[in-house]
């Protein structure tokens, strides 16, 4: 995007077949681990899907940048609550990678109750030569063990094993709908609706409420918690958004529990926009730390907001992602698309902001040349190595060859879902059932 901003290659997508695709193949969270070498996609089915990143080959330096899966394992599984008679569905709602300690990778996954740590990792050697057990593996009779055998480790084909290492359940009354993993490699934090947990990735039985705003009475309940994440270096500060266009930080220092927050980002609305839909339109969906820890960005339904830490009374920028669909509020509402919840993220630099629209359109602001772009992740121009071409919107009747009209957007098809590599231009883009892999032009 340095040079120029549309001249991104799409390099491999993972495309699920068009005709098979149900339900549980919508993909739902899209995570690159910290080094970006690994990228995983959870979805509506309860499954995870990791893919790995080819490494580069003399013969082949173009190949650079391709992922392939490398692991798939089902995650989570539908169960029933019999006390409030509630399905809890399997769907995948985050995916968060843990900083990698030794060999193998480790991630955390939840759906809307039930948070699971996993570990993936390599197996190349199998032991034989077991005492107590013969080559089938069956027990045997210890009164014909006559003799001891040293067992040996036996080359044997690369399997990638992804193994559930802990579960931590039984902690939400409501739906979770994040998890952030703490710079202190020892917590993380899981959040629903009301209230905010602090785990320590030991300790299955027992976690610590750090927000609760839930009402003594319900009817007086206004607002609830959207997303939830923590500094990215700071261990004690984390912030949290909610339904109401409101961000707040917060500091573990401070007290026990963090209902008293340090700090509130709120802008306050323009009288002349105020309209049927303000609230509902001011939901912040999503919110991020910058890897610097200096700023934050959030994501409502219309615009990506950019703040200060340090300065609280209004954004430091705001950029508008779809202005256009201002007029088309009401039909939004009635077809429930008003209320899809869009994730933002940022790029290894922070210089760059990205986040999905509708009819597949991602964009893309770049903050020091103020140019922002639309691009399109579709079937269409999927072909390996082929150019992204900008998409404009028009509003008025007067449209151009290459633009398309407000009118002829699919809302259907939506772009909820996106993930940017730590250090490099490579996005990953999940369009419904499919995942878009996009790389710099590589000269």
């Known amino acids: 995007m340095d040079e120029e901003i ?3 290659k799409i390099n491999n997508s993972f495309l699920r077949d068009h005709n098979y695709a149900t339900e549980a193949d919508i993909i739902s969270t899209v995570e690159f681990n910290p080094t970006g070498e690994l990228l995983a996609t959870g979805d509506k089915g309860g499954r995870v899907v990791v893919f790995q ?6 013969n082949q330096p173009q190949r650079r940048g391709e992922y392939n899966v490398y692991s798939t394992f089902q995650s989570h599984e539908p169960e029933f609550d019999y006390l409030k008679s509630l399905e809890i569905e399997e769907k995948i709602n985050k995916i968060r990678w843990l900083p990698q300690q030794n060999a193998a990778y480790f991630l955390l996954s939840t759906n809307d109750k039930t948070v699971k740590l996993w570990k993936i990792s390599e197996r190349d050697k199998r032991p034989e030569g077991y005492n107590l057990k013969d080559e089938e593996g069956r027990i045997r009779d210890p009164t014909t063990i006559t003799t001891l055998r040293v067992p040996v480790l036996r080359p044997m084909d690369l399997m990638v094993e992804a193994t559930p290492r802990r579960i ?13 993993a703490n710079s202190d490699y020892e917590t993380y934090m899981s959040t629903d609706d009301l209230r905010i947990n602090l785990w320590n990735l030991e300790i299955t039985n027992r976690s610590f409420n750090i927000v609760d705003i839930k009402p003594a009475n319900m009817e007086e309940l206004t607002e609830v918690i959207t997303a939830a994440e923590f500094h990215p270096n700071q261990c004690n500060t984390f912030v949290y958004s909610s339904s109401k266009g409101s961000i707040r930080l917060c500091d573990m220092r401070t007290s026990a529990l963090c209902d008293k927050h340090s700090k509130l980002f709120e802008e306050p609305e323009d009288p002349s926009n105020r309209s049927f839909f303000s609230e ?18 959030t994501r409502d339904y219309l615009t990506v907001k950019l703040w200060d830490i340090n300065m609280e009374s ?3 920028e705001t950029y508008q992602v779809h202005d256009y669909l201002r007029s088309k509020l009401c039909s939004l509402y009635e077809n429930d698309c008003i209320f899809d919840k869009f994730e933002c993220v940022w790029n290894g630099t922070d210089s760059v902001l990205m986040t999905g629209s509708y009819n597949n359109f991602f964009r893309m602001f770049d903050r020091n040349t103020k140019r922002d772009v639309t691009l399109e992740a579709s079937r269409e121009n999927s072909k390996p190595r082929a150019i992204l071409k900008p998409r404009k919107v028009c509003i008025g009747g007067k449209r151009r060859k290459d633009e398309i009209s407000v009118d002829s957007l699919d809302f259907s098809k939506k772009i909820l879902h996106t993930a940017w590599h730590p250090n490099e231009n490579i996005i990953a883009v999940a369009a419904t059932n499919n995942l878009y892999i996009f790389q710099d032009k590589v000269n």
């Open 6 to 8: 549309d001249t991104r």
């Open 53 to 58: 990143r080819e490494q580069e080959s003399k």
């Open 168 to 180: 931590f359940s039984n902690a939400h009354t409501y739906h979770i709908n994040s998890i952030s």
């Open 280 to 297: 509902i339109i001011s939901s912040i969906s999503d919110v991020k730390f910058s890897h610097s820890g200096r700023y934050l960005m």
């Open 314 to 316: 209004k954004p430091l």
